[in-house]
């Protein structure tokens, strides 16, 4: 069975520092794997998926994530976050034809 | 595209009665996901179908709830009788045909209130 672990419940950030989102997954085969977003208030939407090719992937609002097959991660980055990325961000893995399984979530708060 | 869509937005009621959320998936897309979030426990699956045919259900806490999917084009989550716990927020997704494990769009939930 596939599963998902986000080592952070909770970061507090400055405007402009870095940040960097650890994810774990748990699966022997090929794997998909996503960030979504959410927002205060709002509904899960997609950052950004790896399905194969070049693992350092890149997605909206400049973030970006690096697959590392060796360490079973997928961590979520960013060179300098803003106010507005303040949310729940969650890691998400599918293998094979499984469904999409989601980590707890970190959620991120960014004081200006 | 209108995306997923969820009614009601909000729903409050008390504890004992019966609750109905809707979703409609987007057009196309014949997978169907219900999710529950709260604080506690965060984001869980509760079941999903493929055709509008249920497929795993073992997400749903309890013989209370109930789903169905009468048609590609809507499903409905029900809960009876609903209790103070089930307060959380319901979200349903979709995703594409012959691509379950591709990126699932989420409908803006359904936070329900029991009192």
């Known amino acids: ?25 748990s699966y022997g085969g090929t794997v998909n794997l996503f960030w979504y977003v959410q927002y205060p208030g709002q509904h899960l939407q997609l950052l950004l998926k790896y399905f194969s090719g070049d693992p350092l992937v890149k997605g909206i609002k400049g973030f970006e994530a690096e ?35 989601f980590g707890t979530g970190t959620k991120l708060q960014v004081i200006p | 595209d209108a995306g997923v869509i969820q009614s009601p937005r909000h729903e409050v009621t008390e504890m004992g009665q019966e609750v109905t959320l809707r979703c409609k998936p987007i057009s196309g897309h014949d997978y169907l996901f219900w999710y529950r979030q709260t604080m506690m426990r965060g984001l869980e699956l509760l079941i999903y179908f493929n055709n509008n045919v249920p497929i795993d259900d073992s997400g749903m806490p309890e013989d209370r709830f109930s789903a169905k999917m009468p048609n590609a084009s809507f499903s409905t989550l029900k809960i009876q009788p609903s209790e103070p716990r089930d307060s959380a927020v319901y979200f349903c997704a979709s995703n594409s045909p012959d691509r379950m494990y591709n990126e699932q769009f989420f409908g803006p939930g359904t936070r329900l209130t029991v009192l």
């Open chain 1, 67 to 101: 697959f590392i097959k060796s360490k079973f991660s997928f961590n979520l980055r960013k060179p300098s976050v803003q106010w507005s990325d303040t949310a729940e961000y969650f890691c998400a893995v599918s293998g094979g034809y499984q469904k999409v399984t």
């Open chain 1, 1 to 25: 069975a596939q599963s998902v672990s986000q080592h952070n419940h909770h970061v507090i950030l400055s405007e402009a520092a870095s940040l960097e989102l650890g994810c774990n997954y």
